[in-house]
């Protein structure tokens, strides 16, 4: 495979598509638009775009694959020059829960890139279950710890509250901001438990620990007391939202403040633009936002959304009809 190289901040594993390759993707992408019903969420439109996706160029097939087994230090894969033609989009949503239902290019983008990486799926109490979402700034919601918000959002793992958090989250840049420079951040445990010291990993391995639901979730409970960290010691899944979990207790609280300090030393700041698209590995990754100034004029910063499971029996009694949300 050649033409792969790894991002200049981060060791992220980074494809530019040729153009030659672009115009193929735009094709499958076209024909998923065109596809009945036309609507996202429709189950036969998921099945037609799984299906598509087999047919992407070999070069991305062979990246995703590289990327699903073993997600690296950064757990970040980021493809650039998709087919996202910026002069045909419509101006960026300014509703709160902004969702995609009908079918378009970029939706079909989203989607079948989530599904050559292993399952797409929502929850209902988010944004109705949608499965492709806008993240766009909503007026009045500036402050939100949210992704309606446009300042700073705290390093979290995504939905790390709920039992079956996804595996990828997927973020297809259709716009920047004004100033082309709204980064979000992100951090990588395997890079940060280095600095983090024998003592507080054992801390954060213990279920000392307990996480309420985002803003962005119409309902739900705190988690049962969980650890931070689980799985092998020497290379853990992370389980943290920094405004959302907090300690039972101070040595909890010490080892919590001491793991952000970490995370935010190795952070890196991934700025997309048009027609690129980043994938954060939810198990070992955390990711936030920088802040930005949004104009409200129909040209702010809008990503296309999506969340991956890979292994869709674990689900099954929580998604109804075997489908794609989870209640």
């Not at 499958?28 to 037609?48: C, K, S």
């Not at 959002?153 to 079956?164: D, I, S, T």
């Not at 389980?239 to 907090?246: G, H, I, N």
Request: proline share 8%; charged share 20%.
């Amino acid at each position: 495979m050649t033409d792969v190289t790894l991002a200049p901040t981060t060791s992220a594993l980074t494809l530019t598509l040729t153009d030659v390759e672009r115009a193929e993707f735009g094709r499958l992408a076209g024909l998923l638009a065109d596809t009945a019903p036309g609507l996202v969420d429709d189950p036969a439109w998921v099945d037609a775009a799984r299906l598509l996706s087999c047919q992407l160029p070999v070069r991305l097939r062979e990246t995703i694959r590289r990327y699903r087994h073993d997600s690296g230090v950064d757990g970040l894969l980021i493809v650039n020059n998709l087919p996202v033609d910026v002069a045909a989009l419509p101006a960026t949503p300014t509703v709160p829960e902004s969702v995609e239902r009908a079918a378009t290019v970029p939706a079909g983008i989203a989607a079948m890139m989530a599904l050559h990486i292993g399952e797409i799926l929502a929850y209902r109490e988010e944004k109705t279950g949608a499965l492709v979402q806008n993240v766009v700034p909503v007026p009045g919601r500036e402050e939100s710890q949210s992704n309606a918000g446009s300042t700073p959002l705290e390093l979290h793992v995504e939905n790390a509250f709920h039992p079956h958090r996804p595996d990828f989250v997927g973020l297809l840049c259709l716009r920047n901001d004004h100033s082309g420079t709204a980064g979000t951040l992100v951090s990588s445990i395997r890079r940060a438990l280095r600095l983090v010291p024998d003592q507080v990993r054992d801390v954060l391995l213990q279920p000392r620990f307990v996480t309420e639901p985002p803003p962005s979730f119409a309902a739900g409970d705190a988690t049962p007391v969980h650890a931070v960290l689980d799985g092998d010691p020497a290379d853990p899944n992370v389980r943290v939202d920094f405004t959302a979990t907090q300690p039972l207790d101070d040595e909890g609280k010490l080892a919590l403040d001491q793991l952000r300090d970490a995370f935010i030393e190795v952070a890196s700041s991934l700025v997309l633009q048009s027609g690129e698209m980043a994938f954060v590995d939810n198990r070992i990754a955390i990711h936030g936002r920088s802040a930005f100034t949004p104009r409200y004029d129909g040209h702010d910063r809008w990503l296309h959304r999506t969340f991956v499971h890979l292994d869709n029996r674990r689900t099954r009694a929580h998604r109804p009809n075997n489908g794609h949300v989870l209640s």
